[in-house]
């Protein structure tokens, strides 16, 4: 069983819809879960980036961390075609340095 | 502003062949990364350097060796390619080990035949 688990899509919705990704994961030690954002055929660029539970809002973007369940959300409000994209969710434990687990990724899409 | 820099973009090898696949930044970071993203597998480190002169195994490390060159430059070589080395390869740097924010390069892609 991996670490992290996320569903790979494709995701498909409208223009305008409001888009929740998640992720579960295993490991209890894991205090420190980002978003990164990847477009096709380049390298990923973070997102969001939260500390052990709770909500975080960054404009249209929303990252919410369930400890207690061992799940993560990153909801897009008001979809836009740009939003096109593989979303990876990311996590790593205290004293972990950078050394993220990372998510497969989902890959959705915003049509028009 | 060039970021990550990563040659070549795309390299075809036979089993066997080695070759280095090369990372500069011109963030000033102290620390770098080298992962391989696979399909179903998601990123996966396969070596990390802190800082400059320092270089640790990440979870998938054999078959790899990595240099650090200097606070700019960390490299990657495969010594004896294999098929299953066959993905896409990408580096990346942060300012420190409690960021979380790991700034990436565009990627090389990397065939064994």
């Known amino acids: 069983q991996k670490e992290v688990e996320q569903d790979p899509g494709p995701l498909s919705v409208p223009e305008g819809a409001i888009v929740s990704l998640n992720c579960t994961y295993s490991?209890?030690?894991?205090?420190?879960f980002m978003w990164y954002r990847q477009y096709s055929r380049k390298g990923p660029e973070l997102l969001m980036y939260?500390?052990?539970?709770g909500n975080k809002e960054d404009g249209r973007f929303t990252a919410q961390v369930d400890k207690s369940s061992k799940y993560i959300s990153l909801f897009i409000r008001d979809s836009q075609p740009s939003d096109s994209a593989t979303y990876l969710c990311?996590?790593?434990?205290?004293?972990?340095?950078?050394?993220?687990?990372f998510g497969t990724g989902t890959q959705l899409k915003v049509e028009l | 502003n060039a970021g990550v820099t990563q040659t070549p973009k795309f390299q075809v090898l036979k089993t066997g062949q080695s070759m280095t696949l090369q990372c500069a930044q011109d963030?000033?970071?102290?620390?770098m990364y080298w992962y391989r993203q696979d399909p179903g597998m998601g990123l996966r480190l396969i070596y990390y350097?802190?800082?400059?002169?320092?270089?640790d195994k990440g979870e998938v490390p054999n078959g790899y060796n990595v240099s650090r060159l200097n606070k700019r430059e960390f490299s990657l070589r495969l010594e004896s390619a294999a098929p299953s080395q066959t993905s896409v390869y990408f580096c990346?740097?942060?300012?420190?080990?409690?960021?979380?924010?790991?700034?990436f390069g565009e990627g090389s892609r990397l065939t064994v035949l």
């Open positions: 490991n209890s030690a894991f205090q420190y």
């Open positions: 350097s802190a800082s400059e002169g320092t270089t």
């Open positions: 990346a740097s942060s300012e420190g080990l409690l960021t979380g924010e790991l700034f």
């Open positions: 963030m000033n970071h102290n620390s």
């Open positions: 939260t500390y052990s539970s």
């Open positions: 990311a996590m790593s434990a205290k004293g972990g340095g950078n050394k993220l687990t």
